[in-house]
């Protein structure tokens, strides 16, 4: 909430309605909501204003079934926004739910498997209040956050008499979850090419992470400088030297763990028009900054004296 809200507040400002979202440009939103992660988000924000806007003539459907049909909205989602701003009597199962209605209810089934939400929701649909299902949503997700932790507050609960966890004293085995997630180490080098102001960067294609972001030209790899410079050399036509080698970043995302060293090297304005297209375009240190961008590139760009 701390993370989100200042980007909540900017967001409803810049585009206070949904066309307004709807008609903004891609780079500016992404870089709107530079520094938050999960830029899919951002684009799927994007996405679905231009179909609210164009498809339901600006007015944000009301129902379960068609909120789940938007882009970027899943079971979650949907089901919180048909009960707090609708009504609606669909149960939100986050993780925060698992934990207190496996223990409370004794559902073991594996939390990791997707077919397992299904399990939870027919237990809690039977129990969510008709009158107020989003003070119930939230109650439960709070209740999961605060008292029934993954260190469990038992004693204070006012559910621990009737408790199926809590009675076996099995707290620590409720939920059940199997799956862990396979974190992918990353090695990435960056080069950093420029003219003395301007430097070239490229705009990242939709298969990786950080699509449609602005970094610059990589070599992926676990690589020595000689052998950075070896592929460098492929890359670059002329003579180069290295002016300066970052020390190295790392960057936790949920399933990778990435390694950047940035290599800087200056060519001449003469050079830099020649370099091949795939290394991006050159853009001046007052673009780069309304560029959008990663966070570990805007952590090296500040290291190196530019803002953004
Ligand atoms: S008694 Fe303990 S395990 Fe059961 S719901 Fe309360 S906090 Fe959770």
């Known amino acids: 909430m701390e993370q989100g809200l200042p980007y909540f507040e900017k967001f409803v400002e810049t585009y206070p309605t949904v066309s307004d979202l709807a008609n903004a440009d891609e780079k500016e939103v992404l870089r709107l909501w530079q520094g938050l992660g999960y830029y899919s988000r951002a684009r799927n924000l994007h996405a679905t204003a231009k179909h609210v806007s164009e498809v339901f003539g600006g007015i944000f459907p009301n129902m379960y079934k068609e909120i789940l049909k938007l882009k970027g909205v899943g079971p979650y989602t949907a089901a919180a926004i048909a009960s707090i701003c609708f009504d609606e009597p669909t149960p939100v199962v986050d993780g925060n739910v698992f934990r207190f209605a496996s223990r409370y209810f004794g559902i073991k089934d594996d939390i990791a498997k997707q077919k397992t939400r299904i399990v939870f929701e027919e237990v809690l649909i039977k129990h969510i209040s008709k009158e107020q299902p989003g003070i119930f949503n939230q109650a439960m997700m709070e209740f999961g956050s605060t008292v029934c932790t993954p260190s469990p507050d038992c ?78 050399r492929e890359l670059l036509t002329h003579d180069f030297v290295i002016e300066d080698e970052s020390q190295e970043f790392q960057h936790i995302l949920s399933h990778q763990r990435i390694k950047a060293i940035f290599y800087k090297i200056k060519l001449a304005p003469d050079q830099i028009k020649k370099v091949k297209s795939d290394f991006g375009e050159p853009y001046s240190v007052e673009e780069i900054v309304n560029l959008p961008k990663p966070k570990l590139i805007v952590n090296y760009l500040e290291q190196i004296g530019i803002k953004s």
Request: aromatic content about 12%; glycine content about 2%; some cysteine.
């Open 155 to 232: 004693p204070s609960c006012i559910f621990n008499v009737d408790c199926f966890a809590s009675i076996r004293k099995i707290q620590n085995q409720l939920p059940s979850k199997s799956k862990k997630i396979k974190v992918r180490e990353r090695f990435l080098n960056y080069l950093v090419l420029h003219d003395g102001s301007n430097y070239l960067m490229r705009q990242r294609d939709s298969n990786d992470v950080w699509a449609h972001l602005f970094d610059f030209k990589v070599i992926e790899g676990k690589l020595d400088r000689e052998e950075i410079f070896n592929k460098a």
